[in-house]
């Protein structure tokens, strides 16, 4: 079954086509960084208006690498949420279109629900049950993840995600943006111990997540001294310590809870190098085994979401004609399970 995933839930335009008997054929992303960095942040009207103008050239490019005419398809999966609400209009309007006019089934995906089984696209992909660490600019989420479609929330942020908080505290820092490959660059040139900052919420029960007051404290402290070169990469280092401490310590909570012996770490902040050294290391430490998507894949892009598309296009219901909707808000725990005979046939990529 030849699958085309679409992703426009934000500000990657991804394409990809993924085959149930081989693997992902191609995949290809256009990332607007480059559009949003002068404004510090994602513009949403900005970001729909290049999805538009870059979505349909993808699709065609994909077609082409994987030598798939449109024709051959077997299903569209397209993002339907969470995001941004014009962004997933893009998406979901041309998916349901090429659909309707191929008189093939469209399904919409869970933008999460990708994320947790892109390390399924890897040789080294883990079994179910598992737990998962979701990290991206919108999202901090501990997930029990029994099969595809069973997800239990553990725990998550009650105010910004850790993506956020990164990107708000390069622009405290007079870093670029996005904040965390620019935080993260100018933490190697930190001295260590110069600053500390809070672990939010590691001294009580539970596995909830806050960062609104470590980005607070980092405020606090650059509005409180001069500011140079040194002083922004040491507290770039303590503030990174800090985020990703907190984020072993509630990953620790969570395998001792569910006694799970695999976990998962997704998402962009998910390429952090600290926060894969250290999660590996609590692997190491617990006897667990730690997977994560290459890269490429942590980041929003199609290849997910023609995996998860291809799990559930013979399942989910399909809407009739071309009516569509998205969610831009949209719990994982709303999903319905996918039937395991049909998530067992979907095959990674070599």
């Keep these: 079954m030849l699958i085309l995933g679409i992703e426009t839930s934000c500000d990657d335009t991804g394409a990809a086509i993924y085959d149930t008997a081989r693997g992902l054929l191609a995949h290809k992303l256009y990332s607007q960084v480059e559009i949003h960095r002068p404004h510090g942040g994602i513009v949403p009207e900005l970001a729909a208006r290049d999805h538009i103008q870059k979505l349909l050239p993808l699709i065609n ?170 002083t922004v990469a040491d507290i770039a280092h303590a503030f990174q310590d800090a985020a990703v401490d907190t984020l072993v310590i509630k990953t620790r909570r969570a395998l001792r809870e569910t006694g799970y012996e695999q976990f998962v770490v997704a998402g962009g902040v998910g390429a952090n190098r600290l926060l894969r050294e250290q999660l590996g290391a609590l692997g190491e430490e617990l006897g667990c085994s730690f997977f994560y998507p290459r890269p490429e894949f942590c980041t929003d892009n199609g290849a997910m979401i023609a995996y998860a598309g291809a799990m559930r296009v013979s399942c989910a219901p399909v809407q009739p004609g071309t009516g569509f909707e998205v969610r831009p808000r949209w719990s994982l725990e709303d999903l319905e399970p996918v039937p395991a005979g049909l998530w067992e046939t979907c095959t990674r990529a070599d």
């Design 61 to 230: 490019a994909v077609g082409e690498e994987a030598g798939v005419e449109p024709t051959r398809l077997d299903g569209v999966a397209y993002t339907s949420g969470p995001g941004l609400a014009g962004a997933l209009l893009v998406g979901a309007s041309v998916g349901r279109s090429l659909a309707f006019a191929l008189d093939i089934p469209a399904v919409g995906v869970h933008h999460m629900e990708g994320h947790l089984l892109a390390p399924m696209l890897e040789d080294e992909s883990p079994c179910f049950p598992f737990l998962a660490l979701l990290v991206s600019g919108g999202h901090t989420l501990l997930v029990d993840v029994e099969a595809p479609g069973c997800y239990r929330i553990m725990g998550e942020s009650l105010d910004d995600a850790v993506g956020e908080a990164f990107d708000k505290t390069a622009k405290l820092l007079g870093l670029g943006y996005p904040g965390g490959p620019e935080i993260s660059a100018a933490a190697t040139a930190g001295i260590p111990g110069r600053f500390h900052f809070p672990r939010p919420m590691t001294d009580r029960p539970g596995l909830d997540f806050s960062f609104s007051g470590l980005k607070t404290r980092v405020m606090e402290t650059v509005r409180s001294r001069e500011m140079d070169r040194q």
